[in-house]
């Protein structure tokens, strides 16, 4: 564990020389928000609603580009073995890059709503609090993106066909009904999620989410166990 403050600086500087995260993870969902939001007359109720949809995509995204795809990348061009080798820690490296997205998600989330609360005449520190926690009840998802590390495919392949279904995931959960099926689209388990915290969701609801949210954490921790030095692919 003493190796993860060193990952974690490792990690942050690789990170603030990409810029394409901030593309995908920011200004992307605020360009999203833009083009609905003005065709729509918000009360406060809804307007929160609107936000939970979108502090899910940015977190998704984050989470699926930053820590699954991130760690199959780092595989496949072989640093994961040397990071390992030299530390003899995987879970020091994988928690590092785990709490270098939340980092990013954090900013993320803190511009990202303070912009949309001011153009849209919502101030509230409430609601950037209700996204800290949104963030914070999310984690398992940070882990459970780790699965994709798995799957047998090329990462540039996988990470476009990736990318291309989240979208339409995204706009799908914006009218899902709720029922347990929903619960499929991770896109709808963080809008209910955000829901969720602003007292927007209980009984059967707020009990399928939390079985969700413990599913995916079991799958994140089975992941780590099961994450594989050696790439699928080329040997």
């Not at 520190?125 to 993106?145: D, E, N, Q, R």
């Amino acid at each position: 564990m003493y190796s993860i403050p060193s990952y974690f600086t490792l990690y942050l500087k690789i990170m603030l020389t990409d810029k394409i995260p901030v593309f995908w993870s920011l200004i992307f969902p605020l360009i999203l928000a833009f083009v609905f939001g003005s065709r729509l007359d918000f009360t406060e109720s809804s307007f929160l609603s609107f936000l939970a949809l979108f502090w899910g995509y940015i977190l998704l995204s984050i989470y699926v580009n930053g820590i699954g795809l991130q760690l199959a990348r780092m595989r496949e061009h072989g640093l994961m073995k040397t990071y390992i080798m030299i530390s003899g820690s995987k879970i020091g490296c994988i928690l590092a890059l785990v709490l270098v997205q939340l980092v990013f998600a954090a900013v993320s989330l803190t511009v990202f709503t303070t912009i949309l609360m001011l153009v849209f005449g919502f101030f509230s520190a409430l609601t950037l609090l209700l996204a800290y926690l949104v963030l914070l009840l999310s984690i398992p998802l940070a882990f459970a993106s780790i699965a994709l590390t798995m799957l047998p495919a090329k990462i540039s392949s996988m990470s476009t066909l990736i990318n291309i279904v989240m979208y339409p995931l995204f706009l799908f959960a914006s009218n899902q009904p709720d029922r347990w099926y929903s619960y499929l689209n991770p896109f709808y388990v963080m809008k209910t999620l955000g829901l969720a915290v602003s007292e927007h969701v209980t009984g059967a609801s707020l009990l399928i989410l939390t079985v969700v949210l413990v599913v995916y954490l079991l799958l994140g921790l089975f992941s780590v166990k099961r994450f594989n030095l050696m790439s699928l692919l080329t040997r």
